[in-house]
């Protein structure tokens, strides 16, 4: 099988980890994959770590990309996956409708054609059983409809995020023409492709609302086992607050650190107990915004970046745990990828966003309370309070059920899809 993906390592965060784990436990269930990858790829995080979690033997086949992206990128000093409400240059502004409305789907597009013809004439003779293709970029569809047209391959299109939903239009308003032909893409491939998987039920039914004929299936995100092996959590001294990943404005909980603050001054000895570790890349507004507080001052550690282990440790060794789901318009359907490995860590999780989501199901059906608005001020004084009052106590995080989303156990549920479309 052929997986063609442009995120792989060195590349961090959650969007490599799905077919790197994938392809380390799909020998386990007869699938032998070979990896398509850039050999210059741009990328916001590099985790040399995650190297050593590809499958032995695998083979990666990498090629140059020229993505004028790279170019682009570089005229804001943010990417341009997040927009910022400021005033811009002139120049960062021409990116950002260059970036929206000519390169369609996104700029790794130039990266199909010279695909096309290495991958072609590599598996001419010998064409693979099945070809995956992951988005975003949803250029990596591109590559594997046009594949299916020119070898016959079966074909497994894997979305981990919304095409033509997703919220970037908005932000980088995305003119109408430009949207048509994203929508135009985006049905030929859930038309074409043998296979249509993505990562909730909420995102799945978006696909099949835009093309109803699609062959959809649902396989979510997951944990990898052997990152949790050893002792359970470890219930720290102080309550220690945790999250891990890229802290954008639009999911920034700014409320909860509000009443971080409030409850310093309100409960008796929760300003002595209170540490709040916040690791990754932190947007500037962001930070600034958090430290006004003047009761969290010096109680917020910004760790930066950590590798993937070192998040895992810093999650197990912690209270509670914040997941904030974007809050955007398209928010019920996004499934944060680190929600699954904040299961497996058993460690009780606060989590924001909008009770109708799959976010907030997977979180019910795993034992955790459920998903607070963002703006429920009280409601997050009461949670927050609750999750002090059990830590004052000492109470065990038990009974939490996470089991099913274990990275093996998807790649034997993706196997079967596999194993049943090529026949």
């Keep these: ?79 341009l996956g997040e927009v910022r409400a400021r005033k811009s240059s002139l120049l960062f502004r021409l990116a950002v409708w260059v970036r929206a409305n000519v390169f369609i789907p996104d700029s790794k597009i130039f990266w199909v054609k010279p695909s096309l013809r290495f991958l072609s004439k590599y598996f001419n003779r010998r064409p693979p059983d099945m070809v995956v293709t992951t988005g975003p970029p949803h250029s990596m569809h591109l590559i594997g409809l046009g594949l299916k047209n020119i070898l016959g391959v079966k074909w497994l299109a894997d979305f981990r995020d919304p095409w033509s939903a997703a919220d970037i239009m908005a932000q980088l308003a995305v003119s109408g023409f430009a949207l048509s032909q994203h929508v135009k893409m985006e049905k030929n491939v859930l038309r074409q492709a043998d296979v249509v998987v993505t990562i909730g039920k909420r995102l799945g039914d978006s696909f099949t609302a835009l093309e109803p004929g699609c062959n959809l299936r649902i396989v979510t995100n997951g944990f990898d086992e052997q990152d949790f092996a050893g002792e359970g959590p470890t219930l720290p001294d102080d309550f220690v607050i945790t999250y891990t990943g890229i802290l954008y404005p639009n999911r920034n909980p700014e409320q909860l650190w509000e009443v971080l603050n409030e409850m310093c001054h309100r409960e008796a000895g929760f300003a002595a107990r209170l540490r709040v570790n916040i690791a990754g890349f932190v947007d500037e507004a962001v930070r600034s915004g ?134």
Aim: glycine residues 8%.
């Design 290 to 423: 958090l430290e006004q507080y003047n009761e969290l001052s010096g109680r917020v550690n910004f760790t930066g970046y950590l590798s993937h282990g070192e998040a895992i440790e810093l999650c197990r060794q912690s209270a509670l745990l914040v997941l904030p789901v974007d809050n955007t318009k398209n928010s019920r359907m996004i499934v944060p990828g680190k929600m699954f490995e904040y299961l497996a860590a058993r460690v009780p999780i606060i989590s924001f966003g909008p009770s109708d989501s799959d976010a907030n199901d997977i979180l019910l059906a795993s034992g955790h309370r459920p998903v607070i608005a963002y703006d429920d001020k009280n409601k997050i004084y009461e949670e927050v309070k609750f999750h002090y009052t059990n830590f004052l106590q000492g109470k065990a995080t038990a009974g939490y059920t996470f089991a099913a989303y274990s990275r093996r156990a998807l790649a034997k549920e993706i196997s079967e899809i596999m194993h049943e479309t090529v026949g």
């Design 1 to 79: 099988m052929l997986i063609i993906t442009y995120y792989w390592p060195p590349s961090g965060g959650s969007g490599v980890q799905r077919w790197l784990k994938m392809a380390k436990y799909l020998p386990e269930f007869g699938w032998e994959p070979i990896v398509y990858t850039p050999d210059n790829s741009r990328f916001m995080i590099k985790d040399d770590s995650l190297v050593t979690d590809e499958a032995k033997n695998i083979a990666v086949l990498r090629k140059p990309i020229w993505d004028p992206g790279t170019w682009f990128g570089r005229q804001g000093k943010a990417p």
